[in-house]
C-alpha cells in the first residue's frame, strides 16, 4: 500500500501579519504620493488661472488708458475725469484702492457719446447679489452699462501718474531727474503726493507707504496735466495652500501690502503713455 507524506507548510500567523503591515505601509505611501501629486497640480492650477487673469486685466486696463483723451474733432470734451482712491462699493474713499475714469471719441464726431465714459475699479463680484458674493475683490471696468467683471481675484490696484505741470511737453522730474509719479491722496482731484520718497528712481518697500507731500517741484498738477499712468495689479489666488507662507511685502502703488497667510499671489507693474494727453 503505498504512502504519501502530507505537507503542511504555509503562512504562519506572524507571516501574515508583516504582509498586511508591508501592504499598509506601502498603500499608506502610494496614497500619499498621489495626494502630494493631486495637490501640486491644484496649485499650479490655480498659479496658472491667476497668472492668465492678472495678464487679461492689465492688458485690458493698460491698452484702454492710451486712448484716454482721444479727440480727432478737437472738440476738448474728451480727457482724464476722475482719479479717486474709491472702495469695493465705489464710494470715494482715501483708504481705498485706485480707480481712473476718462473719455476717449472713438467715432469722431466730438460728442462724448454713451460708450465713450470707461472707468476701472476694484469691486466684489456680483455687485448686484451680494450673498454671491466670494470676498475677493476682481477688476470691473463700466463702459457706460454699469460695473462689469474684468478680471477675477485681484487684490489690490494702483494708480500713480506723471504730470506736465510746467508746460514744457515733458513729464515733470524730481532733483535727482527721476519722473515725478503721484498720486491724489484726499480725492480732490489734484495731485498732491509722490511716491518715491527716497527719489532712488524706484517705487518699492524702502520708500514711505501712502507717499510724501508736497511734491518735489512744487506743482499742483490736475488731470488736465497728466502724462502718464502708472499701473500695479497684485492678484491672489482663490484658496490658500497649506504648505505655503507667503510673507512677502506687495508694493501697490501707495500701499504697501504684506499678508502674512498662506495665500499665493503675483504682482504686475506697467506704465502707460497717454499719448492723446498734453496735446
Not at 189 to 198: P, R, S
Not at 213 to 241: F, N, Y
Amino acid at each position: 500500500m503505498e504512502t504519501y507524506a502530507q505537507d503542511n507548510s504555509g503562512f504562519t500567523l506572524i507571516e501574515l501579519l508583516i504582509a498586511i503591515v508591508i501592504s499598509g505601509i506601502l498603500t499608506g505611501a502610494i496614497y500619499k504620493i498621489i495626494k502630494v501629486q493631486q495637490n501640486s497640480y491644484l496649485v499650479q492650477a490655480e498659479v496658472a488661472e491667476m497668472q492668465q487673469s492678472l495678464r487679461a486685466g492689465l492688458e485690458a486696463i493698460t491698452g484702454e488708458i492710451r486712448m484716454a483723451g482721444y479727440d480727432p474733432a478737437g472738440s476738448n470734451n474728451f480727457f482724464i475725469s476722475d482719479i479717486s482712491l474709491r472702495d469695493l462699493n465705489n464710494s470715494q474713499d482715501t483708504s481705498g484702492d485706485g480707480s481712473i475714469e476718462f473719455h476717449a471719441d472713438f467715432n469722431g464726431n466730438g460728442v462724448i457719446d454713451s460708450n465713450e465714459t470707461i472707468s476701472y475699479s476694484l469691486f466684489d463680484f456680483p455687485a448686484t447679489n451680494p450673498s454671491a458674493r466670494d470676498g475677493i475683490p476682481d477688476l470691473a471696468r463700466n463702459s457706460g452699462g454699469g460695473r462689469q467683471l474684468l478680471a477675477e481675484n485681484i487684490q489690490a490696484l494702483g494708480l500713480a501718474y506723471s504730470y506736465d505741470f510746467d508746460g514744457d511737453g515733458r513729464v515733470d522730474r524730481s532733483a535727482n531727474n527721476h519722473v515725478i509719479w503721484a498720486i491724489d491722496s484726499d480725492n480732490d482731484g489734484i495731485l498732491d503726493k509722490y511716491l518715491d520718497t527716497n527719489d532712488d528712481g524706484s517705487i518699492d518697500a524702502s520708500d514711505a507707504p501712502g507717499g510724501a507731500a508736497p511734491l518735489p517741484d512744487g506743482a499742483v498738477p490736475g488731470t488736465a496735466q497728466i502724462m502718464g499712468v502708472r499701473v500695479w495689479m497684485l492678484a491672489r489666488a482663490k484658496h490658500p495652500d497649506r504648505s505655503f507662507s507667503n510673507t512677502a511685502t506687495y508694493v501697490v502703488g501707495p500701499k504697501h501690502i504684506t499678508p502674512n497667510d498662506n495665500i499665493r499671489r503675483r504682482l504686475l507693474e506697467t506704465v502707460v503713455k497717454c499719448r492723446n494727453m498734453g496735446i
